[in-house]
């Protein structure tokens, strides 16, 4: 535990040491700000709720935090370092949970350098503040589902912009898969079962429903276990990786 | 004395590239064992196992009495390891990176920051301590390496290619240091050069095509030389022709090999049949024919030369030297 939050810190603090955090958190920060105003027309709606604003960080996570995760493992394969930690006394377990919360902590820094947005519509109008409250918990959440997939692809690679494009890739599909778009793909020919189960992996569909101010228990333990998954096949990316 | 490193038929493979094939070693406290062989021989495949980065195929490693592969954190808390290429975060500075290893490795409080300085101090890292580990030269990156393999005191240290990159004062510094270390230490360096062998180690490992060729005194190693216990001698280039007849004919001497022309002198040197010292045989015979000799001097042996036969020449498999 205390060695899990030594590599913590110490991958936080990293984020800092270069200019990665400040460039992400100042796009980051303008393209939540193009996507309120402007595409989902904030002031027009002339409703007191931040609903513009979540509605597109569904688009934006499958853009930026592949940014994050592409460099969790593979900088660490292709310095050589990654045999430095695994030859430390460290778990496996310590280092990749470590490691994601570290990228997630980071990440809600980011998420929580929009508040002015929050007071802004308090100040205009008299929002439901638990439903904004949920809207920050279910964003969080599914960042953290998009960063255990893109670190676990990291693991997978040595070459950083490889990681970016996969994990993009993936985290695309995870959005659309309660899409026409995606499901009728399936719906010719898979059982109804199959394509039901395809449209519950949808980022969106889970994070509309909390978005919405009812944070469903099933939505938070679909993210939760997702997050699980993804970090356990990290751990055997880094195991398969050693031998290479 | 204990065993520290207890390596049981180790083997490795990669698909069909067998990178390890059958090494056992067992090394003690006080020991120092010089890992030799050529590029892609397995020294560092062996290395990463005992280390317990790589997994075996099939064999086992003990570090004082835990099993790497079943017990591999209380095996990595008492080894200290410097990887290939000495890898430390680009980012971080010197002082960053030995906090973060002193962090892991359970150092706390004024204990920590005492072990910190005396081994900043110690490996002379006081310079930099403040600049990040990219931007450093790579002697300095790779003292890094080494100041972070010996934070904890460890046991056990298996340091790959220490001294590489490192200029020759770097390097005597870096010798030093093992030394200093050695009595209460099993230590593993591998090194491409064979003078370190003599200048650090009390075994020495060959290792070749992922077998173990020889493991012995570096003193047994040179014995194993051809020019062992040779003879040479530097004489007028006018007697030369004279003093190889001569020489020649004894029974104690192999054959008589031309060394280098100086001026009107030349250099020779005999070698011994069986390679038992032959100076008395020589300066007697040197000394009988009245010749006007300059210098006479005993070959300790070929270090280079008997690392060539032993990693060049075919071997059958699991034929191992213990000298």
Redesign the interface.
């Known amino acids: 535990m ?2 899990m939050l ?2 913590f ?2 991958e936080f ?2 984020y800092f ?2 200019p990665v955090a400040y460039v992400f958190i100042v796009i980051f920060l303008f393209l939540t700000g193009l996507f309120t105003f402007y595409i989902g027309s904030f002031y027009e709606r002339s409703q007191a709720d931040l609903e513009p604003f979540f509605r597109y960080h569904p688009w934006l996570y499958m853009l930026l935090i592949p940014a994050i995760s592409m460099r969790l493992w593979s900088e660490e394969r292709k ?3 990654l ?2 930690l ?6 496996l377990a310590d280092a990749v949970i470590g490691k994601f919360l570290a990228a997630w902590a980071f990440t809600a820094i980011a998420l929580g350098l929009t508040f002015p947005l929050w007071l802004t519509v308090n100040y205009l109008g008299n929002p439901d503040n638990t439903v904004i409250a949920a809207g920050y918990v279910g964003s969080l959440l599914m960042a953290g589902g998009f960063l255990s997939i893109g670190a676990c692809i990291s693991a997978l690679t040595r070459n950083q912009v490889v990681a970016f494009v996969i994990s993009f890739v993936i985290c695309f599909a995870f959005n659309l898969s309660g899409f026409p778009l995606v499901l009728d793909f399936f719906s010719g020919w898979a059982p109804q079962a199959v394509v039901e189960a395809i449209g519950s992996f949808s980022f969106l569909t889970h994070f509309n429903s909390i978005q919405k101010g009812v944070i469903d228990l099933r939505d938070v333990i679909f993210f939760a276990t997702l997050i699980a998954l993804w970090l356990y096949a990290n751990m055997l990316a880094i195991e398969h990786s ?3 | 004395m204990e065993n520290l490193i207890e390596v049981r038929d180790l083997h490795k493979s ?1 698909g069909s590239l067998h990178a390890v094939n059958g090494v056992s070693l067992n090394i003690r406290r006080g020991e120092v064992l010089g890992f030799l062989g050529p590029n892609g021989a397995g020294k560092s495949t062996t290395m ?1 196992m005992i ?4 997994g075996p195929s099939s064999g086992s490693v003990s570090v004082c009495g835990h099993d790497v592969g079943t017990a591999p ?2 095996a ?2 008492k ?1 200290g ?1 410097l ?3 000495a ?6 500075t010197p002082a ?1 990176f030995l906090d ?2 002193a ?4 150092l706390s409080g004024a204990g920590k920051t005492a072990r910190i300085r005396e081994v900043v101090e110690k490996i002379n890292l006081g310079g930099v301590i403040n600049q ?1 580990i990219e931007t450093l030269s790579k002697g300095f990156k790779r003292r890094v390496g080494l100041a ?1 393999a010996i934070l904890h005191d460890p046991e056990v240290l298996i340091l790959d290619e220490p001294t590489d990159g490192l200029d020759p004062n770097q390097k005597h510094e870096v010798r030093a240091l093992i030394r200093e270390m050695a009595p209460n230490k099993a230590i593993i360096i591998s090194t491409h050069i064979l003078e370190e062998v003599d200048a650090v180690c009390t075994r020495a490992a060959i290792i070749a095509r992922g077998q173990l060729l020889f493991l012995g005194t570096p003193a047994e190693l040179q014995a194993r030389s051809a020019r062992h216990n040779a003879v040479t001698m530097n004489v007028p280039a006018s007697d030369a022709a004279a003093v190889t007849e001569r020489l020649g004919g004894l029974p104690d001497i192999l054959r008589i090999e031309p060394g280098e022309t100086l001026g009107a002198r030349q250099r020779l040197t005999a070698l011994s049949r069986t390679g038992n010292p032959i100076f008395d045989v020589v300066h007697g015979a040197l000394r009988a024919g009245d010749w006007a000799f300059s210098e006479l001097f005993v070959e300790p042996g070929h270090l280079d030369e008997v690392f060539r036969t032993i990693t060049t020449v075919a071997r059958a498999p699991g034929e191992v030297t213990h000298s």
């Open positions: 205390n060695r030594t590599i810190k110490r603090r990293g040491a270069t310095s050589g370092t045999e430095l695994m030859t430390l006394p460290v778990s050693k031998g290479h | 990669f990463k280390t317990g980065f790589i954190l209380a990595k808390e080894i390891y990887p290939e290429g890898p430390a975060y680009g980012e971080m960053q973060f290893i962090d892991i490795r359970g990040s972070q």
